[in-house]
């Protein structure tokens, strides 16, 4: 009886930790993932061009090298002014553990 008992004790401690650390890892999934930006739209309205995209767990993000900033949802718009000829939009998001994320769109205006 009492062998019987402990596997059972056994058991149900291995399977609490595994449901834990299941979990565990289900809730840090974002942290896991790293930073992610995108860049959505580009419009232009003479020499002005609209950047728009979505970043998703940043600490900081910076267009062309331009510090700007997200709302709450995590969407951001920039109006830049890009010269004749071949042109490179660049964002660049990092999160609070240093991990950095590039992505950039050429323009040929």
Sequence with gaps: MSVIRERRAFFGVIIIF???????LYQSRGYIRGPSVTIENISRNGN??????????????S???????????????????????YNIVEVNAKDRFGREVKTHKDIYF
Aim: proline share 2%; glycine share 10%; hydrophobic share 50%.
């Design 18 to 24: 595994i449901a834990f650390t299941s979990y565990a």
């Design 48 to 61: 002005l061009f609209v950047v728009s995209g979505i970043a998703e767990r940043i600490a900081f993000l």
């Design 63 to 85: 267009l062309n090298g331009k510090r700007i900033y997200t709302d709450e949802k995590g969407l951001w718009q920039e109006t830049i002014l890009l010269l004749p000829g």
